[in-house]
């Protein structure tokens, strides 16, 4: 018997009750029952299931819970980028959030930095940090290769946004990117 603040769970639990006591322990901070369920259990495809519309992996990044965030991640069949109900991937989702060290962590694994958000109304990942006027997130998704031409519903850019709510420093990282775009075209093409 393991106690989930409170919760007096047996192991191994499959299913909805498998996921309860996963999303308990994330909603307690307790990175070690985290751990504890992953290894008791073979959870496989369940580690991307929804629990009241939210993934484990989607509820620690809203929470920022930077222990468990890596441990789902360290977890093999965690799907980096599936996106919520809400159709909000867990990097956008960090990036909501302003959680950096997260959006850090995602980023090194190789999150996908140009998945749009299905609704069109945040856009892409770059598109929403541009709109909080996060410079240096900005810069870290165009370091990880963030397409410039994914924009809002609207058709608006990064760069418009940019432009648009007056944040000069992003503003200028967006045309460095742009401008160094631009130098990597073959000379024949420009002709």
Request: glycine share 6%; hydrophobic share 40%; charged share 20%.
């Amino acid at each position: 018997m393991n106690d989930v603040k409170g919760m007096m769970m047996p192991y191994p639990v499959q299913g909805a009750e498998w996921q309860e006591s996963l999303h308990k322990a994330i909603l307690n901070k307790d990175c070690q029952t985290v751990v504890n369920i992953l290894k008791t259990e073979s959870p496989g495809s369940q580690i991307n299931s929804f629990y009241k519309e939210v993934t484990p992996l989607a509820l620690a990044v809203k929470l920022g819970h930077q222990d468990i965030c890596r441990t789902l991640l360290d977890y093999e069949t965690t799907d980096i980028d599936q996106a919520d109900p809400g159709r909000e991937t867990a990097l956008i989702l960090a990036i909501k959030n302003n959680h950096t060290k997260i959006i850090d962590m995602l980023l090194e694994r190789n999150a996908d930095v140009n998945t749009p958000d299905p609704h069109g109304d945040i856009g892409s990942p770059l598109y929403y940090a541009v709109w909080r006027g996060y410079k240096d997130v900005v810069r870290k998704l165009i370091d990880a290769g963030a397409n410039m031409d994914i924009g809002s519903i609207r058709g608006y850019s990064p760069i418009f946004m940019a432009a648009r709510t007056g944040n000069l420093g992003i503003v200028k990282a967006c045309v460095a990117y742009v401008r160094q775009e631009i130098l990597e075209i073959p000379s024949v093409i420009l002709q």
